[in-house]
């Protein structure tokens, strides 16, 4: 019977469509008044590829079956004058069902109507020459924050903020990602996605080992903030769902929202485990300080304390937090360290990662350096930065979104939107009697180095030029080099490409000084925010010993293997093939030990 209705409205369909001016083969359109529209379907394919124009306003999607909402609704970039790219609109859990698709805000006459399509696959082959090779990118679509991290079974799992629709901010979904070695990823689809209670903000997992949740024991629990956009702005509360088949699939509390608040900026909940007083803690971002909760079972929390005001920067609201323990090398001592990422207030304007090293008794943050503001990383491009739950041997890794919200939405990319920074093992150190955070590169780099080739020494007179290839020949490498500037007061050295595109560095001896200069790195046009130069402290040392890891759109520069570091984006046409070192002019200088590495 209800294949034969079908029948009979798929012959009333296939000849509507000939009577109606905008339709497209399967489907019948009906353009309504107020830019409000309805494509009627039967869900033959797996997807709608939806037809995208990176700079037009939002349109909402959305289907109704059986005249009422399921689901959410989207906002989609509909192309309007010209198709950028496509996306697909997955319709596979209505197959062989009538559905309309419900699409508002867009005009009568734009040419999407005509190019929306039926299709069981989607092509993710790379489309980008900017796509770098050995850092996470999302196969296609927009990316910030790393969520939810976790190892588990020999397997990394990062969570992501990912839009599926569109290659901007908007319609937050957690993306998820694979790896078992910090530097292959497997893009494993999306994890978890909007519902009545919000949008998936920014979050974390744990591994409940002990089920103290009651979900099942080694269930991974997930806890993130649902943005539920009103007409009167957000409201953010902390929501969670479990997973019990390793972090695939989730499932969502029935009793969510477990966490409210009358406060605005509410979000980005960090979970991890304290042993001492067996109960479990959450961070949480509230407006431009942190605040603390425990629980015994995930589910009911408890207010300890707040964290924040009088402490580091304020130039902007605070975000994504984390707080670890970890060990102060060289001696028996642990600290705490609460990683604060800042959003605007960055050293170099808009975001940054700043960190506190101090004492944590599982209710309440003591920070032993309340005079100071630290930065974890010294360049633009090093945000929302968190650490892996369960890691394994003791190891505390954490990885950032390798962009800054000044630009993020317009960096010239399209297929996709931003990678990640490549993981990095957290450790303390000290000098001068003051305790600093070291961001190493993960130890899974070093097996990555490929093709390797040294150079022992290079004297520099005035110039030096030295050439990368092949091992640069794809744009994905490591250099690392040790200078001994002698009696010069400053020294510098540039990557550069054939086409006159550069990364000026100039140590600066006397200051103690590494700055990196990207305004001539290639594309930097499309922000006035993008060209800039970025400078870091270094050690008291006078040798520089240096890795920098470049990766088709991408510089990050390690001092002394992670004391001081620098992530910055760059978008060169061709990859940077030499590096050449220049002197003050009138002082010689030794560059030892250059290894130059293709990776992967
Ligand atoms: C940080 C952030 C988070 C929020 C998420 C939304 O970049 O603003 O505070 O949860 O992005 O995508």
Redesign the pocket.
Known sequence: MRKRVMTIMSVLLASLSSSFGATSNDFKINHMANESNSVVLEATNKYLLLPIQENAPEAKVGIIKNNVHTGVYSNVRLARERVDYYVPYDISEYRGEYITVDIQGMPQNSICWSNIKYSDTFDTTNTEKFRPSYHHTPAYGWM??PNGMFYKDGVYHLYF?YNPYGSM?GN?HWGHSTSTDLVNWKNEGVAIAPDAIGTI??GSCVVDHNNTSGFGEGAVVAFY?S?KPTPWGDCQTQSMAYSLDNGKTFIKYENNPILTSSEKDF??PKVFWYAPKEHWVMML?VGQHMEIYSSKNLKDWTKESEFGEGHGCHGGVW??PDLVELPVEGTKEKKWVLIC?I?PGGPFGG?ATQYFVGDFDGSTFTNNYPEETKWMDYGKDH??TVTWNNAPDGRCIAIG?MSN?QYANNVPTLQYRSANTIARDLSLFKQDGRIFLKSEPCKEMLEARKDGRQIKTVNVAKAETISLSPQSDNGAYEVELSINPGKSKEVSFTLSNGKGEKVLMTYDTVKKTLAMDRSKSGEVSFSKDFPAVTEMPVNKSKELKLRLFVDKSSVEAFVNNGEFVMTNCVFPSAPYDTITFESDGKNRYKVKNINIYRIK
């Open positions: 910030n924050d903020q901010w937050m903000f920014s903030t943005a979000r980005d971002a975000e994504c990422n959003n975001s945000y929302a979104w919200w």
